[in-house]
């Protein structure tokens, strides 16, 4: 609700306020000043001939010829799902929620992934660019604060190609890019002046154990250049007047069962990048996929205890991170009546 009392690490005493009135999306400034067609060109040619839309580099994989590689995606991106999510942070849901896409397929193989049958499984539907685009519209239709892209790195040139489409339908909503962390830096660069805010996941620090878990050793270094890209592109996450997100960086880390030392690294290099980035230590880790099933993962397959969370954010605050994520606004009565509404 609007009169929820704003935390102070939301806007800092004014830090980090971004008025409403001041705020245009950035890629309605790219369309305006005749960038965005050749970013649309610039995208579609990571598809092929040979994939370089993400750090798997598929070589000699065409998905402009609807060839696919690890991700499993090719010409067309596959959506699983698209509604007003009242789960996440709430910077993002607001009171009428955020207008989530959530992609199908992804790029890592993350063993405990808790929506493996949309990642793993490849559950949806193929759309072009301009149903991609009519999606974004509905859900502004619909009163969401934002467009929110989850697993969108595979699919990052279609996301591009959509746009032009969208604004001639009348989008004019912020743009969540809402990541793994594991992106191609150089698409990255083509998403500068179009996204406006940026959400990586930077999950491990440990490359033996991004290689057990997520089946990518090179996972840490990536994240870290990924992160430090979208940083230089926008900086630290600001809100509007109600404590909406409008601009900027907002980093999760999922903390891990028996993993706190990669918890403590990446709080650390967060800091060294900016001891104002806003975080959200989340706890919502529980065995799924193959960690649940797989004795190989038997040592991630529990639940994270309260006094490892509770560790976790006694390293963040002693990294000098102080813009923790926490609940603070009341949602349910608007989730409940858009519920009743269906």
């Known amino acids: 609700m609007r009169?929820?009392?704003?935390?102070?690490?939301?806007?800092?005493?004014?830090?980090?306020?971004?008025?409403?009135?001041?705020?245009?999306?950035?890629?309605?400034?790219?369309?305006?000043?005749?960038?965005?067609?050749?970013?649309?060109?610039?995208?579609?040619?990571?598809?092929g001939p040979s994939c370089t839309a993400c750090p798997r580099m598929c070589k000699g994989v065409d998905r402009l010829a609807n060839q696919f590689g690890v991700c499993k995606v090719g010409r067309r991106a596959r959506v699983a799902s698209a509604f007003p999510h009242f789960g996440e942070e709430d910077v993002l849901r607001g009171w009428h929620g955020s207008g989530t896409i959530f992609f199908s397929w992804c790029n890592l193989r993350c063993v405990f992934c808790q929506n493996f049958e949309t990642s793993q499984l490849g559950e949806g539907e193929e759309l072009d660019a301009k149903e991609l685009a009519r999606l974004m519209i509905a859900l502004q239709k619909k009163g969401c604060h934002n467009i929110n892209f989850v697993t969108p790195e595979h699919v990052m040139p279609q996301i591009v190609e959509a746009l032009p489409h969208a604004i001639r339908m009348g989008l004019r909503l912020p743009l969540v890019y809402n990541t793994s962390a594991y992106d191609s830096?150089?698409?990255l660069g083509l998403l500068e002046g179009l996204v406006d805010i940026y959400m990586p996941d930077f999950k491990l620090w440990d490359e033996a154990a991004s290689r057990q878990y997520l089946s990518a050793v090179n996972y840490p270094q990536v994240a870290r250049e990924v992160i430090s890209e979208m940083h230089r592109?926008?900086?630290?996450?600001?809100?509007?007047?109600?404590?909406?997100?409008?601009?900027?960086?907002?980093?999760?880390?999922?903390?891990?069962?028996?993993?706190?030392?990669?918890?403590?690294?990446?709080v650390g290099w967060l800091a060294s990048l900016s001891r104002d980035t806003y975080l959200n230590l989340m706890d919502q880790y529980y065995p799924a996929w193959k960690a649940k099933t797989n004795p190989r993962f038997a040592d991630i397959n529990r639940r994270v205890s309260g006094p490892e969370m509770d560790q976790a954010v006694d390293l963040a605050h002693a990294a000098g991170l102080w813009r923790l994520d926490e609940r603070w606004r009341e949602a349910s009565s608007h989730l409940l009546t858009m519920m009743l509404e269906e």
């Open 3 to 47: 009169d929820c009392p704003i935390p102070l690490e939301v806007h800092g005493r004014g830090r980090f306020l971004f008025r409403r009135r001041d705020f245009i999306p950035a890629y309605l400034k790219s369309y305006e000043e005749g960038r965005l067609t050749d970013k649309v060109g610039a995208a579609l040619a990571h598809l």
């Open 185 to 187: 830096v150089e698409g």
């Open 233 to 266: 592109q926008v900086g630290e996450l600001k809100a509007d007047e109600d404590g909406l997100a409008l601009r900027g960086v907002l980093v999760r880390h999922l903390v891990m069962p028996g993993r706190l030392n990669d918890t403590r690294q990446i």
